[in-house]
Nanobody, 120 residues
Framework: QVQVAESGGGLVQPGGSLRLSCVAS????????MAWYRQPTGKGRELVAE???????TYADSVKGRFTISRDKAKNTVYLQMNSLKPEDTAMYYC??????????????WGQGTQVTVSS
């Protein structure tokens, strides 16, 4: 059973940094891509950053120059380094994994989310 789990959220002051981690585990799978989304309370979910199997990276305009997505292939883990955090970055952050499952093809998996709160 493939599972995706996020970690690394917390409370940080404006201007601070956090690093989120997303691990995919459970069974054999291929990596098509992973993405970070966020959802502020009472608002819709938006794409923050994504990385594909070919290494193509995309960022939302609101986080360009402040956030960095990276991947550790050996650990099936994707990171989101968040610097110069602002109060408007406050949200639940979700990891989405697009994995190739044997006999099933491409499937998307979501984690449970990790809360990031930026406040003084």
């Amino acid at each position: 059973q493939v599972q995706v789990a996020e970690s690394g959220g917390g409370l940080v002051q404006p201007g601070g940094s956090l690093r989120l981690s997303c691990v995919a585990s459970g069974g054999a799978f291929g990596f098509n891509g992973m993405a970070w989304y966020r959802q502020p309370t009472g608002k819709g979910r938006e794409l923050v950053a994504e990385i594909t199997s070919g290494g193509t990276i995309t960022y939302a305009d609101s986080v360009k120059g402040r956030f960095t997505i990276s991947r550790d292939k050996a650990k099936n883990t994707v990171y989101l380094q968040m610097n110069s955090l602002k109060p408007e970055d406050t949200a639940m952050y979700y990891c989405n994994a697009n994995l190739e499952i044997h006999m099933l093809g491409s499937r998307q998996f979501w984690g449970q989310g990790t809360q990031v709160t930026v406040s003084s």
